[in-house]
């Protein structure tokens, strides 16, 4: 059975910090491309960051806005995958979705929110 578990959401204050873990099983990891989404209330969903697989150097990409203040990163032994997001702002509150893809076939975890706020 497929599962991708977020956690470590929460409120925090402009300028903070928060770590992001996603864990997955049910298939496997090392092989799959993992992003970061988020849905901002009355936005659609959108990219924030991507690794792709071990086996392609584990690159990433970065959207525009969160580019120097989010890290993503992986630990394939530990079947998960991370958010580092460091400066946060305001704009950046949403709920954060891990999904893992490969050859056409997708997965999506439930979800967890982010609220930053004074």
């Known amino acids: 059975q497929v599962q991708l578990v977020e956690s470590g959401g929460g409120l925090v204050q402009p300028g903070g910090s928060l770590r992001l873990s996603c864990v997955v099983s049910?298939?496997?990891?090392?092989?799959?491309?993992m992003s970061w989404y988020r849905q901002a209330p009355g936005k659609e969903r959108e990219s924030v960051a991507v690794?792709?697989?071990?086996?392609?150097?584990?690159?990433?990409i970065y959207a525009d806005s969160v580019k120097g203040r989010f890290t993503i990163s992986r630990d394939n032994a530990k079947n998960t995958v991370y958010l580092q997001m460091n400066s946060l702002k305001p704009e950046d509150t949403a709920v954060y979705y891990c999904?893992?893809?490969?050859?056409?076939?997708?997965?999506w975890g439930q979800g967890t929110q982010v609220t930053v706020s004074s």
């Open positions: 999904k893992a893809g490969r050859g056409g076939l997708y997965y």
């Open positions: 049910g298939f496997t990891f090392s092989t799959y491309v």
């Open positions: 690794i792709t697989s071990a086996s392609t150097g584990s690159s990433t």
